[in-house]
């Protein structure tokens, strides 16, 4: 079994960015006398950054356990998948720039009912990821021409008929 954190120095960037957001947000909630439109718009801009803090705060709490048996989220929000009921898995790129250099991978496998989400921010993403594709591929399930790219670019080696589906 192997267990995977998320570094809360990869985290500090997110917490950066809720804290900015909600007091730039609430803070001419408490302060300024705001008309009713301003008042539900800061106001749900306020609470996005809030849930987005709790998210993060979330992520640093949760751990990931890839066993034999099948790959179990630890906390708040925990779940666990069977290998034997993965049902899909899916790995996609989400860009911070228009050419598509920096960005944040996450990886979603799907079975019996749950959904398990892995941001590449946490601990050993590429071997996490490398199973993952692994056991899919061993079920049988089809993996998606954005996931066999995205596994391509972390240097995942996909059997032959798999890599050629992405042409298909």
């Known amino acids: ?8 120095k990869a ?4 917490y950066v960015r ?3 957001g909600f007091v730039l947000t609430a803070g001419p909630l408490i302060f300024v006398d705001l008309n009713s439109v301003m008042v539900y718009l800061l106001g749900g801009l306020a609470l996005l950054f809030a ?6 705060a979330q992520r640093q709490v949760t751990k990931l356990e890839l066993a034999d048996e099948g790959v179990r989220s630890v906390g708040p929000a925990g779940a666990a998948i069977r290998w034997d009921d ?10 911070t720039q228009r050419a598509r250099r920096d960005g944040w991978m996450q990886l979603k496998l799907k079975g019996g009912g749950r959904v398990i989400r892995v941001d590449s921010t946490i601990s050993e993403f590429t071997n996490i990821a490398r199973v993952a594709a692994f056991k899919a591929i061993s079920a049988g399930l089809p993996l998606d021409r954005y996931s066999i790219s995205n596994f391509r670019a ?3 080696d996909l059997p032959e008929d798999v890599a050629n589906a992405e042409n298909g």
Not at 86 to 95: A, Q
């Open 154 to 156: 972390l240097n995942v």
């Open 11 to 14: 985290l500090t960037g997110d």
């Open 51 to 56: 849930v987005f803090g709790v998210r993060t």
């Open 86 to 95: 993965l049902e899909r898995v899916e790995l996609r790129f989400f860009s």
């Open 1 to 8: 079994m192997s267990i995977h954190y998320y570094d809360p």
């Open 18 to 20: 809720a804290g900015i």
